[in-house]
């Protein structure tokens, strides 16, 4: 079975700059849980999900460091925090979003789809033809493609 055959082919996406709560009303009211982000060709440039939204509510983590004559030793990336408080008080959704985005195309096989799926611990993957948004295929669509055959 082909992607093709069991994705949802009308995709609800969002732009990199609309607002977060837009994308907060989108995904309640449509009770899913991410949102392809794409440009004005309709390229998917990022993913934004609940989990991204809901980074904004977690604790800040300081880089771990120690002092040795007067000097600072981080034994983390001290850039992490700057990345991590630009995350949580992201405004637009290119603040927030995933930028890095795993697509498949719609002649990939079902079985490839699960795989990567499970292997990337991702919920949903955009399906791409020629580069464009055509669908989008979730664990769900997965399973209900299992429940039909």
């Known amino acids: 079975m082909k992607v093709k055959e069991i994705m949802t082919t009308e995709v609800i996406t969002t732009k990199k700059d609309n607002t977060v709560e837009d994308v907060i009303k989108l995904l309640v009211d449509h009770n899913i849980s991410g ?13 934004i999900t609940e989990g991204d ?6 604790k800040l983590r300081i880089p771990s460091y120690f002092t040795i004559l007067d000097s600072y030793i981080f034994l ?3 850039n992490t925090v700057q990345e991590q408080i630009k995350k ?6 290119e603040d927030v979003m995933s930028d890095t985005v795993i697509v498949v195309k719609e002649d ?19 399906v791409v033809k ?4 055509v669908g989008i295929v979730s664990r769900r ?6 429940s039909k055959s």
């Not at 949102?35 to 993913?47: K, L, T």
């Not at 949580?88 to 959704?93: D, I, R, S």
């Not at 669509?141 to 299992?146: E, G, L, N, Q, W």
């Open 141 to 146: 669509d997965i399973i209900k493609a299992y």
């Open 88 to 93: 949580m008080v992201g405004y637009k959704v």
């Open 130 to 133: 020629d580069g464009k948004l």
């Open 35 to 47: 949102i392809p982000v794409v440009d004005d060709e309709n390229y998917v440039v990022g993913i």
């Open 76 to 78: 983390d990336n001290p």
């Open 53 to 58: 939204i809901i980074y904004r509510s977690k």
């Open 108 to 126: 990939e096989t079902v079985e490839e789809v699960a795989t990567i799926i499970t292997h990337k611990k991702v919920n949903r993957l955009p």
